[in-house]
């Protein structure tokens, strides 16, 4: 991890408060707390959906509304779990409350016009926080990704994500 990796997270979440410097017409954000087991067993996941799915069409974006979360801190998630996608900091909440996002791990997926299409579970490995299945029999993130690529019209559809809850101070485990 060096300076321009933290300045990178830091101007990052500037440039995209700012709406700059986004092409791609579709937008997975990815909320994710670096405290959060559930956000760290989804690393890998995430790291093969960006690869399958990642084009000039669709952009991943991590973004790690933690109040207590420092640049140093989202650059060390980031380079330990491969994150291969921008993350930025949103401790003021202006994404968890523009999305509408409560736990992490919770992704929101929007459309060119900014809408959401998708928000919720990246698929249903979790039954509660602490109880996994032992059989994932629902990949959301991935259907919703796949209609993206084959064209195929959305209507907003949402799930529920298991995860840390999202407060104002940090996240804490859901009850």
Same mark, same amino acid.
């Given at each position: 991890?060096?300076?321009?990796?933290?300045?990178?997270v830091?101007v +990052? =979440?500037?440039?995209?408060?700012?709406? =700059? +410097?986004i092409?791609?017409p579709?937008?997975?954000?990815?909320?994710?707390?670096?405290?959060?087991?559930?956000?760290?067993?989804?690393?890998?996941?995430?790291?093969n959906?960006?690869?399958?799915?990642?084009?000039?069409?669709?952009?991943?974006? +991590?973004?790690?509304?933690?109040?207590?979360?420092?640049?140093?801190?989202?650059?060390?998630?980031?380079?330990?779990?491969?994150?291969?996608?921008?993350?930025?900091?949103?401790?003021?909440?202006?994404?968890?409350?523009?999305? +509408?996002?409560?736990?992490?791990?919770?992704?929101?997926?929007?459309?060119?016009?900014? =809408?959401?299409?998708?928000?919720?579970?990246?698929?249903?490995?979790?039954?509660?926080?602490?109880?996994?299945?032992?059989v994932?029999? $629902?990949?959301?993130?991935?259907?919703?990704?796949?209609?993206?690529?084959?064209?195929?019209?959305?209507?907003?559809?949402?799930?529920? $994500?298991?995860?840390?809850?999202?407060?104002?101070?940090?996240?804490?485990?859901?009850?």
């Amino acid at each position: 991890m060096n300076w321009r990796h933290n300045i990178w997270v830091t101007v +990052g =979440a500037i440039f995209l408060l700012a709406g =700059a +410097g986004i092409c791609a017409p579709h937008k997975v954000y990815v909320f994710l707390g670096e405290t959060c087991p559930v956000s760290r067993h989804y690393t890998l996941t995430l790291r093969n959906l960006h690869a399958q799915y990642a084009s000039e069409e669709l952009e991943f974006i +991590g973004v790690f509304p933690n109040r207590l979360s420092t640049p140093t801190a989202i650059a060390a998630f980031k380079e330990k779990y491969m994150l291969p996608f921008s993350c930025i900091r949103d401790s003021a909440h202006a994404w968890v409350n523009r999305l +509408g996002a409560t736990v992490t791990p919770e992704v929101v997926v929007v459309d060119s016009s900014n =809408a959401a299409i998708y928000r919720g579970r990246i698929d249903n490995t979790f039954a509660r926080v602490g109880k996994r299945r032992r059989v994932v029999t $629902a990949r959301d993130l991935a259907d919703v990704l796949n209609a993206i690529c084959n064209n195929t019209p959305l209507t907003f559809r949402q799930t529920q $994500a298991i995860g840390c809850f999202i407060t104002p101070l940090q996240n804490t485990a859901q009850e």
